[in-house]
């Protein structure tokens, strides 16, 4: 089945350590994107990928960063430099950015702060 | 920034009746998305709206793009309990470097 995986589910961090959020697509899209969801919120973005090798910061890109060595692949690190990382993490794809295409979003991953 | 007014930010209906929620926006959008998110999900999209006017169905589910191109809405016909979730809007813009625009979401609770 083509889809957008995501790994692991839940996710616990003790402060100050770096964690990587994984994030996979097989439906061959250029555009990937990460988003960050707290309760009562709409979705904020993160990061955004529109080529492999390249990536542009978003609206909430401070204490993250991201890697797009693959298309496949657009892993999100969490690094100890975000304050208050504890939220639901969305992971997106499109076939193009920049065209008007609809984005696919992954099941997330809940990362808790200990 | 460009913002979108989602509204109403929640509703509690009652099983078999209609279900009608907005979003708004004082920027033009070219494309609208209704998703559905379930507790501990990702969001599931509904219905895409790529022209102004557009009036798209999916089921017991009813989209417009507004003519103005800055609202849509979404209704819910006849709702069952597994109706139950978080729906947002999102508007996309074209060209250039995209990002989706959310709403804030709608929290629908159906009794049955």
């Known amino acids: 089945d083509g889809g957008i995986t995501q790994s692991p589910k839940y996710l616990f961090r003790k402060e100050g350590q770096n964690v990587t959020l994984s994030c996979e697509q097989n439906?061959?899209?250029?555009?990937m994107y990460w988003y960050r969801q707290d309760p009562g919120q709409g979705l904020r973005l993160i990061y955004y990928?529109?080529?492999?090798?390249?990536?542009q910061k978003g609206d909430i890109a401070e204490g993250y960063s991201v890697s797009r060595e693959k298309k496949e692949s657009f892993p999100l690190t969490v690094t100890s430099a975000q304050k208050n990382p504890t939220a639901f993490y969305l992971c997106?794809?499109?076939?193009?950015?920049?065209?008007?295409?609809?984005?696919?979003f992954g099941p997330g991953t809940r990362l808790l702060v200990l | 920034g460009q913002q979108l007014n989602q509204s109403p930010q929640s509703m509690f209906i009652q099983e078999g009746e209609d279900v009608s929620m907005n979003c708004t926006s004082s920027?033009?959008?070219?494309?609208w998305l209704w998703y559905k998110q379930e507790p501990g999900e990702g969001p599931v999209l509904l219905i895409a709206?790529?022209?102004?006017?557009e009036l798209t169905s999916n089921g017991r589910l009813t989209a417009q793009f507004g003519i103005t191109r800055k609202d849509s809405f979404l209704n819910i016909s006849a709702s069952i309990p597994s109706d139950v979730g978080i729906y947002f809007c999102?508007?996309?813009?074209?060209?250039?470097?995209?990002?989706?625009?959310f709403g804030k979401g709608t929290k629908l609770t159906v009794n049955p």
């Open positions: 920027s033009i959008f070219n494309t």
């Open positions: 999102a508007g996309l813009t074209q060209g250039g470097s995209e990002k989706l625009v």
């Open positions: 439906l061959n899209h250029d555009a």
């Open positions: 709206l790529y022209k102004a006017g």
């Open positions: 997106a794809s499109s076939i193009e950015a920049g065209g008007g295409e609809t984005q696919y």
């Open positions: 990928s529109q080529i492999v090798n390249d990536f």
